[in-house]
């Protein structure tokens, strides 16, 4: 079983998965909002959540 943990902002209204982006510069491997540029590190509005979610493929 492996757990996934999906990152969700929601300074739209509408939750919105973030994507990981990687900066090459401080090797940072961080999900972030394409809208308003939070993550879960950085996130001064407390619209980022996460949810896990298990998988059982394996
Ligand atoms: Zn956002």
Same mark, same amino acid.
């Given at each position: 079983? @492996? /757990?996934?943990? !999906?990152?969700? =902002?929601? =300074?739209?209204?509408?939750? !919105?998965?973030?994507?990981? /982006? @990687?900066?090459?510069e401080d090797e940072t491997d961080e999900p972030t909002c394409p809208k308003c540029g939070a993550t879960p590190s950085s996130d001064p509005r407390h619209t980022v959540r996460y949810r896990d979610q298990e998988s059982w493929d394996d």
């Open positions: 079983m @492996t /757990v996934f943990r !999906k990152w969700y =902002c929601n =300074c739209s209204g509408v939750e !919105k998965e973030l994507v990981p /982006v @990687t900066m090459i």
